[in-house]
C-alpha cells in the first residue's frame, strides 16, 4: 500500500482547482472512478465526450450523470482510468499546471505527468480509486461504493478477469450493500440496435483454428467491444473485430489464454499510426483507416506468436 500512501498525498498536495477527467468515450469504470475520487479531493469530473451507452445505463440507475468539459480553466488535472495523451478526445494535458495519472492499463506512448500510479495488476481503475479514497480518509457513501463495485464488476467481466486482490477490494466495497441489486443495476437491458449488431458481426465472422485455440474475427460498424467479447463468450479463444471505416479495432481474450490483450492491442495500434491499449482480457486500438488491414495482421501475427511459443 506503500504507492497508494504516495497517491494519497500527492492529490492532498494539489492547489487550486482540479479537473479530474477520463478517457474519451468512457466506461463505467473511468465514470465510477471520476465521480467518486472528484468528490474525495473537492474536483470536478468530467468526461472528454459522451461516456459509453452501457455505462450511461448504470449511472442513470444510481440517479448519477456526468458532465462533458468544455474547455473550463482548472490548475490541475487528474487522469482515472487512462494514462495516454493520445485517449483524452483533444484534450490537452499540457496547459494543466500539474498532471497525476491514475491507471491500470497496458499502453503505449504514457504521457508525462507530474506523478502517475499505474498498476497493471488491478482488474479495474476503480480498486485504486477505493484504496486512494481510503488512505484520504474520505467516507464513501453507499450510493459511490456501489458505482465502483459496479465498475469491478464490468471491468473484470464480472470477475472473470479478477485476481485475489479484486475479490478482497471487492468485497470491501459490498459491505452492507445489497450484492444481489448491484448486480441487477450493473447489468441493464442492452439496446435492441446493439443486440442487432453483435448478432450481425458474430453470424459473419471468421474463425481461424490454430493448434488447439480459436481465433474469432469479425468486420463491424460499431460495438467492435461487445462483438468481440461475444465472439469469446461464444468459445473462442482471442477475437479480433475491426472497424475498418473508422479505423477502429477492439481484442478480446479467454481468461487463461496465453498472453495479454493490451499488450496486443500495442502492437496494433502503433500498426495503425495510431496508438492501443488496455486490460489483460480487453483493449483496443485506432489510428488511420488506410492502416486497418495492416493493423488486423500485426493483432494476428502477435496472437500467432504467443501460441507459437505456447508449444501447440
Same mark, same amino acid.
Given at each position: 500500500?506503500?504507492?497508494?500512501?504516495?497517491?494519497?498525498?500527492?492529490?492532498?498536495? /494539489?492547489?487550486?482547482?482540479?479537473?479530474?477527467?477520463?478517457?474519451?468515450? &468512457?466506461?463505467?469504470?473511468?465514470?465510477?472512478?471520476?465521480?467518486?475520487?472528484?468528490?474525495?479531493?473537492?474536483? #470536478?469530473?468530467?468526461?472528454?465526450? @459522451?461516456?459509453?451507452?452501457?455505462?450511461?445505463?448504470?449511472?442513470?440507475?444510481?440517479? @448519477?450523470?456526468?458532465?462533458?468539459?468544455?474547455?473550463?480553466?482548472?490548475?490541475?488535472?487528474?487522469?482515472?482510468?487512462?494514462?495516454?495523451?493520445?485517449?483524452?478526445?483533444?484534450?490537452?494535458? =499540457?496547459?494543466?499546471? %500539474?498532471?497525476?495519472?491514475?491507471?491500470? =492499463?497496458?499502453?503505449?506512448?504514457?504521457? !508525462?505527468?507530474?506523478?502517475?500510479?499505474?498498476?497493471?495488476?488491478?482488474?479495474?481503475?476503480?480498486?485504486?480509486?477505493?484504496?486512494?479514497?481510503?488512505?484520504?480518509?474520505?467516507?464513501?457513501?453507499?450510493?459511490?461504493?456501489?458505482?465502483?463495485?459496479?465498475?469491478?464488476?464490468?471491468?473484470?467481466?464480472?470477475?472473470?478477469?479478477?485476481?485475489?486482490?479484486?475479490?478482497?477490494?471487492?468485497?470491501?466495497?459490498?459491505?452492507?450493500?445489497?450484492?444481489?441489486?448491484?448486480?441487477?443495476?450493473?447489468?441493464?437491458?442492452?439496446?435492441?440496435?446493439?443486440?442487432?449488431?453483435?448478432? !450481425?458481426?458474430?453470424?459473419?465472422?471468421?474463425?481461424? @483454428?490454430?493448434?488447439?485455440?480459436?481465433?474469432?474475427?469479425?468486420?463491424? !460498424?460499431?460495438? #467492435?467491444?461487445?462483438?468481440?467479447?461475444?465472439?469469446?463468450?461464444?468459445?473462442?479463444?482471442?477475437?479480433? &473485430?475491426?472497424?475498418?471505416?473508422?479505423?477502429?479495432?477492439?481484442?478480446? %481474450?479467454?481468461?487463461?489464454?496465453? $498472453?495479454?490483450?493490451? %499488450?496486443?492491442?500495442? !502492437?496494433?495500434? %502503433?500498426?495503425?499510426?495510431?496508438?492501443?491499449?488496455?486490460?489483460?482480457?480487453?483493449? $483496443?486500438?485506432?489510428?488511420?483507416?488506410?492502416?486497418?488491414?495492416?493493423?488486423?495482421?500485426?493483432?494476428?501475427?502477435?496472437?500467432?506468436?504467443? /501460441?507459437?511459443?505456447?508449444?501447440?
Amino acid at each position: 500500500m506503500k504507492g497508494i500512501a504516495r497517491l494519497a498525498r500527492e492529490l492532498t498536495a /494539489l492547489q487550486g482547482s482540479t479537473l479530474v477527467l477520463t478517457h474519451a468515450t &468512457a466506461d463505467l469504470d473511468a465514470c465510477a472512478c471520476a465521480l467518486v475520487l472528484a468528490r474525495a479531493i473537492n474536483a #470536478e469530473a468530467r468526461t472528454p465526450d @459522451r461516456p459509453t451507452g452501457s455505462a450511461w445505463r448504470v449511472l442513470e440507475n444510481y440517479g @448519477r450523470g456526468i458532465l462533458e468539459y468544455g474547455g473550463e480553466k482548472y490548475d490541475n488535472l487528474v487522469l482515472v482510468d487512462v494514462s495516454n495523451a493520445d485517449l483524452l478526445g483533444g484534450v490537452d494535458p =499540457h496547459k494543466f499546471k %500539474k498532471i497525476i495519472a491514475i491507471d491500470h =492499463h497496458y499502453h503505449n506512448n504514457h504521457l !508525462k505527468a507530474d506523478y502517475s500510479h499505474i498498476e497493471h495488476e488491478r482488474a479495474s481503475c476503480a480498486e485504486i480509486v477505493f484504496d486512494a479514497c481510503n488512505a484520504l480518509g474520505a467516507r464513501l457513501s453507499p450510493t459511490e461504493r456501489a458505482l465502483l463495485l459496479s465498475a469491478v464488476l464490468h471491468d473484470s467481466a464480472f470477475f472473470k478477469s479478477a485476481n485475489s486482490q479484486t475479490l478482497r477490494t471487492a468485497a470491501q466495497m459490498a459491505d452492507g450493500l445489497d450484492y444481489a441489486a448491484v448486480v441487477a443495476k450493473a447489468t441493464p437491458n442492452g439496446e435492441y440496435g446493439e443486440i442487432k449488431a453483435v448478432q !450481425k458481426a458474430v453470424a459473419a465472422a471468421e474463425l481461424v @483454428r490454430y493448434g488447439r485455440f480459436t481465433i474469432g474475427i469479425a468486420a463491424v !460498424k460499431a460495438f #467492435e467491444l461487445q462483438s468481440a467479447a461475444a465472439l469469446v463468450e461464444m468459445g473462442c479463444d482471442y477475437a479480433l &473485430a475491426v472497424d475498418e471505416e473508422h479505423g477502429k479495432m477492439s481484442c478480446v %481474450k479467454r481468461v487463461g489464454a496465453p $498472453g495479454t490483450a493490451g %499488450k496486443i492491442m500495442e !502492437k496494433a495500434g %502503433k500498426a495503425f499510426g495510431g496508438s492501443g491499449g488496455g486490460h489483460e482480457c480487453a483493449a $483496443g486500438s485506432h489510428g488511420q483507416p488506410k492502416k486497418t488491414q495492416k493493423a488486423l495482421e500485426t493483432a494476428k501475427k502477435e496472437i500467432m506468436l504467443l /501460441l507459437g511459443n505456447n508449444n501447440l
